[in-house]
């Protein structure tokens, strides 16, 4: 067979697959590269959101770089992005690695656990807010004072109230995708390290954590680039209060938009949400390697 019919060959193989990827390809750049080049647009224009749209430079850049609020948005969604993270990585890990067996209760609680994620935000956060109201949320009723505190109101508090309901939402989500990781695992693994004399925690640190070295990197990628969408749930739980306590980026653009009536600001809030996440989202794939997409059962 010559080159030519080799490669022509190889074309006709690969042409379906291709074709394939079309509809995904078409609906991605209709909603998501079209819409974005749009926000793109109105971040250098003067917009109410009603009136007409005037070209008006960097002068929207200017207000939203030189705002000190816009300054501490990202700090308040560095400090949750960071304390979340830390509270639901080990928790998601070792959920998903102890509901990974096939004892029943096991599969019994894994349901359980997986119940928060059925709920919606805005259900969780209404639900929060008046189990923690001072006056009649949980702690007045079971007479518990340490319950009692003004835990929305207290700018000292509230942040890690917001990272504790976030958790808790959110955890199931992650411990489904470790639980799966693990399952992947071969038995013989475990096995030969048995044979060897070794106890569980030196197989969790010997086997299971090298082998979930890309499921832990796919969640940490959806867990950190997440905390940027964490809009829903904090306008619901404390409105960005008390005070600029929690007022992260997305609640800060959507604010400067539809409540300052700034579209030409809130849009350059909006592209830099869609720069940093693409940033972080690049950072932690890199750290999977060049073969981050094989099996992460190549050590096997």
Known sequence: MSVSSASSRRVLERGPSGWLAAPALFFFLLFAIIPLAGVFFLSFT???????????????????????????????????????????????????????????????????????????????????KALLDPNFGLGPGLGIPFLAQDWLGNSDLVLFVVVFVIAWQFVPFHTLIYQGGVRQIPASLYEAAQIDGAGRVQQFFAITLPQLKYTIITSSTLMVVGSLAYFDLVFVLTGGGPGYSTRLLPLHMYLTGFKANDMGAASALGVILVVIGLALALILQRLGGKNRNASQLEGA
């Open 46 to 128: 003067k917009w109410d959101g009603l009136g007409e749209i005037k070209l008006d430079g960097f002068s929207s850049w200017t207000t939203v770089l030189t705002d000190p609020v816009t300054g501490n948005a990202l700090w308040v969604t560095a400090k949750i992005m960071f304390f979340s993270f830390i509270v639901q990585a080990p928790i998601s890990l070792l959920l998903g690695v102890f509901t990974s067996a096939s004892q029943k209760y096991r599969a019994v609680l894994a349901v359980l656990y997986f119940v928060p994620l059925l709920l919606s935000s805005a259900a969780v956060a209404i639900a929060y």
